[in-house]
């Protein structure tokens, strides 16, 4: 017997988003003796604790920002602002599965958008 699940519902969002959501998980596990972090879970916390640079309403505010440029959509956008690219190899890096390459000004819009925030 194989039981399938529907997704219902898909929403982006950026790691500096998922830590305070993480953080309430950890605590409500902290305060019940009984329940387990579960090791899973813990790696995601590390990963977040280690990874988010910037606080949720900054990192809604950039990919806000790159959305409204050209070639960059939402997917792209959270990617971005999780990694905050540095020049214009790592931003290439992530546009490497695309069926397009940005020019040198597209790249260097995107990069001025994210060292405003780093």
């Known amino acids: 017997m194989t039981i399938f699940k529907e997704k219902v519902d898909e929403e982006y969002i950026t790691i500096s988003e ?5 953080g309430e998980v950890e605590a409500e ?3 019940d003796e009984d ?3 579960r090791y899973e879970l813990a790696r995601a916390i590390e990963h977040v604790n280690r990874y988010a640079v910037l606080d949720p309403e900054e990192a809604r505010e950039l990919v806000d920002q790159l959305i409204e440029l050209d070639k960059v959509n939402e997917k792209t956008a959270h ?3 999780d990694i905050l690219p540095q020049d214009r190899t790592e931003l ?8 397009f390459a940005l020019d040198g000004d597209e ?10 925030y780093v």
């Open 35 to 37: 329940r387990e972090l």
């Open 18 to 22: 998922v830590k305070p959501l993480l």
């Open 92 to 99: 290439r890096s992530i546009y490497a599965k695309e069926r």
């Open 107 to 116: 790249l260097d819009e995107i990069l001025n958008l994210v060292s405003k």
């Open 29 to 31: 596990r902290a305060a």
């Open 79 to 81: 990617k971005i602002v």
